[in-house]
């Protein structure tokens, strides 16, 4: 699946993202990733800094569920596909390794890389644009910084 302009903007803005994976029985496990980025068309890579539980159950099941939010406007994507784990022997490990480098500048060493395949992908939307139709992004940004102090 293509991933969308929209997405990539999403992508771009969002400073976490949330990976969930499961094991092989079906034990859940949700961690942050800090770098990643759209890849090709159809993938997603994320730099494996510090996530061990998160590369063994992908290696276990590959199905992932990655999800991207803007804190204060409380939209975003939930993005489901198949990960594979990405070893720097693999034909286009050096190409992602530069990608996701200049992303860390350096700063977080990394040696395995995932990239997902992205299957599926739907908005996640915050339910008070639902309740409240009426709701504006800048009444919701509004309403975020007061909840978050900022």
Known sequence: MKLSEELKACMAKSVLCWMATASKDNLPNVSPKEIFAAYQEDSIIVANIASPQSVKNIKQNPKVCISFLDILVQKGFQVKGKAEILTKTHTNFPEMEGILTKMTQGKFPFWTITRITVEQVKPII?????????????????????SYGL
Not at 126 to 146: G, M, N
């Open 126 to 146: 915050a339910p008070r644009y639902l309740l409240y139709p009426e709701t504006t992004e800048q009444e919701q940004i509004a309403s975020a910084r007061k």
